[in-house]
């Protein structure tokens, strides 16, 4: 099976997306579609040997739509970005006919107000011109609006007729089609009104208001979903254009498509990172804010990876690249960040659901409107009044119903939401992940890499013989322990730091037991505590879950130093975080009992589950979850990646391990766990919103279809004109964009 990403041309509405989804559904070969209005994009899975991109067009072509190969960025990234382009052109399409036909709407709408205020009120004059000649301009000017900007509205009926399908444009363009052909009619043959005792009104100015007001609702609705997807723009706007490389001994400046993996890449002060690698020579300050989202550079020397897209402030630097085009970190999240965009939350299901259905409804309700009108407004009000008002509720019902707002209610939260998480170092790889995260009451997360710093630090130097003090001790075991490469050996060498190392001679090491050396003419020998005989304070040491090294000196017991895996910074602050949002917060780890409790009791964790083998762990979320919780894991190794698969939504730290990242569902770079509780708030605002464009896109319809209809005339005498209908549907489009827009102001 192959996934393919492809932008999808001519889609115009939610509906489109529905008809297209279904069309591509009963394609042989084809496994699974998810088409997204607000992106313009569609993922589809199918088997090659049965199905390919011509046979998809094939099945969609004959309703007006088409896939193009989504080559957003290809093996090496660049600046070019053909899905913002397209965006692009659409908005320009629309601002063309937008640009023509608003100022003439306007036009017609203030003649069409100051008309109906002139046969309302004595004082206010009548127009100064002929209504007849205006009436024969308004029949041009609507022809041309008609069939030329209306031109896919007709288009929309010409395929509702052929292949029964409906969309959007087929209820405008039935509505206004309506409109426009009977004032033909009524203008160029009087005399068949005059037989069949029809209204004599005309309705010109409806046809060229409200396809002129739907044109301008297009025109900003394109521009609002350009604005919805421009962290992706942002995003490919990091990376650098050139790269300067030593090829045979001389810098030459290449294109960042020419740099290989193993060139090696120099890097001037102020100059961008163009790849990722490890610094082979110099030192500098880096800027990483743009990927990580902290503020304060980070000091990078020798053997220190750096990221494609950072900045470099200070050095120059000289660095191996060892990832290049789509394989760097940048690339890495420009591809998460797109398909967590293009992919449907659970809670869009029932807008889907709504979408499909929604459109013949709505032409059933428009000719029941109308019937009714024709039928029992008759007898009431006359028949050439009852027509009239039954084409006004026609005509008024298909437009005020377009389904835009309710199509893009869920797609343009998320497109914004996941981008902003993007902004701030939160990759979310799908849009169920973000729902899923926002109803989590349980985070459980795992020890070693995660709570910690993931390697060990010198906490306490105990000096046991008073002959010597800790800098001395300390200055002993660190001379020893340079000839080691043991984890622990690093830790107590990083204590030492500046101190003078002293001169070793015969370093051994003890098979796992320890290490002996003569430093400056006095045997040295590290090693675990015997069992039995232990001091006192080594045993307070290890009670407290901390690993301990006697320094023996000269055959006598010198002193101990304490080693343990320290919580990093933000642990505290984070665990406080999550509980004042009432979510509980369990650490589950492989590590003894003592040490877990330590590490708990530290960063506040009430609840610990020690001892857990790897396999052991996905069964402790499912426990967890029979007891009706909503569980999020938070790893970053290869053990932790059952459980992240077993919770509802897992959490990956970025310095993890590759098959943690890919088991999923939100990946937090750079390993920073205070991102969990921006995660959490990210998920909750987006989803949140998601509910308040649902709601607007359904109040508009379930409001404005029945006061259309004209359920309002029995009780107060009030028929909706077209043309506020055209308004109404125009705002509740850009209503929903515009609220989705304000996630982009939320602070984290």
Known sequence: MEKGSYSVVGMHCASCATIITKALKKTSGVN????????????????????SLELLNAAISKYGYALAPDETHD????????????????????????????????FIFVVMLWDIAAQAFISVPNVPFSMDLFEIISMALATVVMFWIGQPFIAGVARFFRFRVANMDTLIGIGTLTAYLYSVVLTLLPEIGQRFQLPEYTYFDVVIVVIGFVTFGKYLEARSKEKTGEAIEKLLGLQAKTAVVLRNGVEIEVPLADVLVGDVVIVKPGGKIPVDGVILEGRTTIDESMITGESIPVDKGIGDMVIGATLNKQGSIRLTASKVGSDTLLSHIIRMVEEAQGSKAPIQATADRVSAVFVPVVLGIAVAALLG????????????????????????????????????ATPTAIIVGVGKGAEYGILVKDAESLEVLSRVDTIVMDKTGTLTKGQPEVTDIVVL???????????????????????????IVAKAGNIESLPVQGFEALGGVGVKAQVSGRSVVLHRPEKEGVEPAVRALEDAGKTVIVVDVDGRSAGVIALSDMLKDEAVSTIQQLHRKRIEVIMLTGDNEGVAKRIAREAGIETVIAGVLPQEKAGKIEELQSAGRTVAMVGDGINDAPALVQA??????????????????????????????????????????????????????VIGIPIAAGLLYPLWGIVLNPIFAGLAMAFSSVSVVGNSLRLKTKRL
Request: glycine residues 8%; aromatic residues 8%; contains cysteine.
């Open 373 to 408: 009108w024709i039928i029992i407004g008759s007898a009431y009000l006359g028949q050439v009044t009852a027509i009239s008002y039954g084409i006004l509720s026609f005509v008024g019902v298909l437009i005020i119903a377009c389904p835009c707002a309710l199509g893009l």
């Open 32 to 51: 699974d579609v998810q088409v997204n209005y607000a992106t313009e994009k569609a993922q589809v899975v199918f088997d090659q040997k049965a199905a």
């Open 648 to 701: 509802n939504v897992g959490i990956a730290m970025a310095t993890g391990t590759d098959i943690a990242i890919e088991s999923a569902g939100v990946t937090l770079l750079y390993g920073d766990i205070a991102k969990i509780g921006q995660a959490i708030e990210l998920s909750r605002a987006t989803i949140r919103t998601v509910k308040q464009n649902l709601f607007w896109a359904f109040i508009y319809n």
């Open 465 to 491: 013989d008073p002959t010597f003090d800790e800098r001395t001790l300390l200055s002993l075991a660190a001379s020893v322990e340079k000839k080691s490469e043991h984890p622990l050996a690093e830790a």
């Open 75 to 106: 093996d090496r990234i660049t600046s070019h970005h053909p899905g913002g382009a397209a965006k692009e052109e659409g908005a320009s399409a629309h601002a063309a006919k937008a640009q023509f036909v608003l100022p003439l709407a306007l």
